[in-house]
């Protein structure tokens, strides 16, 4: 396996699904919220505010506002607090775009006093560009620790737009 320069590793070529999964000490309710709060994504998702209505056949449009559209697409499955399911376009390159449509699933299930949060990034093409989902790792440990001690987490990512905003 091929490390990413930033995090993560690069699928296998034939592979055309990425699973990432953690375990985050809160509730589901919290987790749903920080998931769907435009603001709370913003802290831990490299400064990109998702907005929608959150109901099923809904849009979403995800962004730095006045910077960069990041992705946008429809919630096909939306059941709070326990799983989102997203189609995925992403914006922010011609690169990217070229890609066409995958699918982002966020499951979440209460384990204890902690939540297993499984984020299945699947229909993607064998040999996809690896920036669709290479950014992964960062998005899921920044929540991680937003969650767990109210603080942002530094990483290449979080740091990419935040002196253009």
């Known amino acids: 396996m091929e490390r990413l320069p930033e995090a993560g590793y690069l699928l296998a070529e034939r592979d055309t699904v990425g699973v990432f999964e953690i375990f985050i000490k809160t509730t589901p ?22 907005h929608s209505d959150w109901t099923p056949g809904s849009d979403y449009k995800a962004g730095v506002p006045g910077v960069v559209d990041i992705a946008a697409g429809e919630n ?70 937003l969650l767990e001690t109210g603080e942002p987490l530094t990483t290449p990512g979080s740091l990419r737009y935040s002196q253009a905003a």
């Open 29 to 50: 309710e919290r987790l749903w919220e920080a998931i769907t709060d435009p603001q709370q994504r913003a802290k831990y998702s490299f400064g990109v505010e998702t």
């Open 76 to 145: 096909i499955e939306v059941d709070p607090p326990r799983r989102l399911v997203q189609s995925f376009n992403a914006l922010w390159s011609d690169d990217v775009k070229g890609e066409g449509t995958s699918r982002v699933t966020w499951e979440i299930e209460q384990v204890e006093d902690s939540c297993r949060l499984t984020v299945v990034h699947d229909q993607l093409r064998p040999g996809a560009n690896a920036e669709l989902y290479g950014g992964w790792p960062m998005i899921l440990s920044g929540l991680k620790t």
